[in-house]
């Protein structure tokens, strides 16, 4: 059928077009156009309340997105399960990583019912309904992709991996052979990657997640380093003199300048803006342990991730 044509049709198809000179366009994050990705940081008092919640950690009116967002792909939240209680979710996501600060009992997704205690990660593909129940007082860290769908306007309807769970035993029995190598040839990081069979490219947890568990021994600097993804990281065990260094630039030597301090909490969460140097510091005397979880399974299929470090002064 031909449709015809009119000037006021015609009008209409233009009227959303824009031309910039080049310098005025090209860069909307310098010139403010874009917002930064903010620093934020979040206190595990959330996931203390008295009542079952998903508590999203949300900082969408900084970044002038729609809500929640912790960052322009990524959604962090706690959740916290009183005992015997259920929490149902039906996120628009292509992937949910869940690490588990507390308690136990399972989760029904798809048709399949995972168990799930403290320390385990649990990862799920799509966006279908999902209920968490709870054995005990309950808290999780999840973290999903609905704001990257959201701002694609697209829905997850086809599964790229399989439910994923990662046991404690199982991770914690990784770092601790990871820790006792790092010991002979002094590693600046002492951690280990979750991955997926399925990612056997990007080597991540999911096709846009990243997820690392970490050590930090006493007394000890994580050299500075950098990435463009974000960083969305949880804290886990840690005394007071445990923190990072976070800035825009480094000096000849490595060395972060007019970083801003961020002090780590135990089971608190904090943003690390992507394209900032970061460095991690223990002056407490005890070990601590952090999760990072990032976009940087997007950012490295898209070759985008750049990520770069500082090397001990030895190996330059």
């Keep these: 059928m031909n449709t015809v044509i009119t000037p006021e049709s015609?009008?209409?198809?233009?009227a959303d077009a824009l031309y910039y000179e080049y310098t005025k366009a090209a860069d909307p994050l310098g010139s403010g156009v874009i917002s930064q990705v903010p620093y934020a940081e979040f206190?595990?008092?959330?996931?203390?309340?008295?009542?079952?919640a998903l508590i999203p950690l949300d900082v969408s009116q900084a970044l002038g997105c729609e809500g929640p967002a912790t960052s322009p792909a990524l959604c962090a939240n706690f959740v916290h399960i009183l005992p015997n209680e259920k929490l149902t979710t039906n996120f628009n996501a292509t992937s949910q990583l869940i690490y588990v600060i507390r308690g136990s009992g399972n989760t029904s997704f798809g048709g399949d019912r995972i168990p799930y205690k403290t320390g385990d990660f649990l990862v799920l593909p799509l966006g279908c309904e999902t209920t968490h129940e709870a054995d005990s007082d309950t808290a999780f860290y999840l973290v999903h992709d609905e704001p990257l769908l959201r701002y694609?306007?697209?829905?997850?309807?086809?599964p790229r991996f399989k439910p994923t769970l990662f046991a404690s035993q199982?991770?914690?029995?990784?770092?601790?052979?990871?820790?006792h190598e790092g010991e002979s040839v002094n590693r600046s990081r002492v951690s280990i990657l979750l991955a997926n069979k399925e990612m056997d490219q990007t080597l991540t947890v999911?096709?846009?997640?990243?997820?690392?568990?970490?050590?930090?021994?006493?007394?000890?600097?994580?050299?500075?380093?950098r990435h463009q993804s974000v960083a969305l990281d949880l804290i886990l065990d840690?005394?007071?003199?445990?923190?990072?260094?976070?800035?825009?630039?480094?000096?000849?030597?490595?060395?972060?300048?007019?970083?801003k301090r961020v002090d780590w909490k135990p089971y608190s969460a904090f943003i690390t803006p992507p394209g900032y140097w970061h460095a991690h510091h223990n002056e407490s005397?005890?070990?601590?342990?952090?999760?990072?979880?990032?976009?940087?399974?997007?950012?490295?299929?898209?070759?985008?991730?750049?990520?770069?470090?500082?090397?001990?002064k030895a190996q330059l």
């Design 43 to 52: 206190s595990g008092s959330l996931h203390q309340g008295d009542k079952t």
């Design 152 to 158: 694609l306007g697209a829905e997850a309807k086809h």
């Design 285 to 312: 005397g005890k070990k601590a342990h952090l999760i990072p979880m990032q976009d940087a399974g997007l950012h490295t299929y898209l070759r985008s991730l750049d990520i770069r470090f500082v090397l001990p």
């Design 206 to 225: 999911t096709h846009t997640l990243w997820a690392m568990l970490g050590v930090l021994p006493e007394g000890t600097v994580q050299l500075p380093h």
């Design 170 to 179: 199982d991770s914690l029995k990784e770092l601790a052979r990871v820790e």
């Design 238 to 259: 840690c005394e007071p003199g445990c923190y990072s260094l976070v800035g825009r630039h480094i000096d000849s030597d490595g060395k972060i300048l007019d970083p």
């Design 10 to 14: 015609l009008e209409k198809l233009k």
